[in-house]
């Protein structure tokens, strides 16, 4: 090996290093999925490369909430197996929920008011945590082709299903929850753990002052699971994000 691409390699490693020892202590803070496959409340919830991909069967196949965060999403794709995907709803643009969109190129992507920049990577995410994981992931911006962005409280008609759409400033400015049936989809806004419901680390969130008007008009809604980004599924989840904690 020449010694100057010798050296720039060692730079980059030694970054890499330097940038997860930095991150790991925030990294650690976010509890670990329930399980690789959540299913109950008649949904079921993929682990894919670091988030949790949400499946809601339709009257001829599913919808997503998330994609999971890299296009090699091989669990997904092994559980949705042959059946179409009529829309996917994103939770937010961070590519650790997105990544994976990109394997339904004819699918429509619908996102929350403002995030279609963070989605298509034309807009670099608020938090450093964010702008600095994308690299490090190494996953390529992507443009969905049918991409929108919902109206906050839009219901969302899909293949016989209704999803209510809202959208939910904080971990991102375009931040969205979705309810379907008696199940809401949170993101990252909050998450799941042992019998609480509480925010994620401080530096995972663009703009955390607005995290408690979100949590506030989320537990004003009627839904009687939680389903998170990254955990699983909270049976009580209106009373658990009634008693929402700040760690
Ligand atoms: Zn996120």
Same mark, same amino acid.
């Given at each position: 090996m020449r010694r100057k691409t010798k050296r720039l390699l060692g730079i980059g490693l030694a970054g890499v290093a330097g940038l997860s020892i930095f991150m790991w202590p925030i990294v650690s803070?976010? *509890?670990t999925p329930q399980a690789d496959r959540i299913a109950d409340s008649g949904v079921v919830g993929v682990v894919e490369t670091g988030s949790i991909a949400w499946i809601i069967p339709?009257?001829?196949?599913?919808? &997503? /909430? !998330? @994609? =999971? =965060?890299? @296009? !090699?999403?091989?669990n997904l794709q092994a559980e949705i197996g042959d059946r179409t995907v009529h829309a996917i709803l994103l939770t937010h643009g961070h590519f650790d929920h997105t990544a994976g969109a990109r394997n339904y190129p004819t699918t429509?992507? /619908?996102a929350g008011p403002g995030e279609s920049g963070l989605v298509s990577g034309t807009e670099a995410a608020g938090g450093w945590m964010a702008r600095m994981s994308k690299p490090l992931m190494g996953e390529?911006?992507? #443009? *969905?082709?049918? &991409?929108r962005e919902f109206i906050d409280g839009e219901i969302i008609e899909i293949d016989g299903e209704t999803i209510t759409a809202i959208h939910v400033p904080g971990h #991102?400015?375009?931040?969205a929850a979705y309810i379907w049936n008696d199940v809401l989809f949170v993101g990252d806004t909050v998450v799941g753990r042992d019998g609480y419901v509480s925010e994620l680390p401080k530096p995972l969130?663009? !703009?955390y002052a607005q995290v408690p008007a979100s949590? @506030? +008009? &989320?537990a004003s809604l009627d839904f009687e699971v939680i389903a998170d980004g990254h955990v699983g599924l909270? +049976?009580?989840?209106k009373e658990l994000l009634g008693a929402f904690q700040t760690e």
């Open positions: 803070r976010i *509890p339709t009257t001829t196949g599913v919808v &997503l /909430i !998330d @994609a =999971g =965060g890299s @296009a !090699d999403s091989q429509e992507i /619908i390529p911006d992507y #443009t *969905p082709p049918v &991409l #991102t400015n375009g931040s969130y663009d !703009d949590v @506030a +008009k &989320l909270h +049976k009580n989840g």
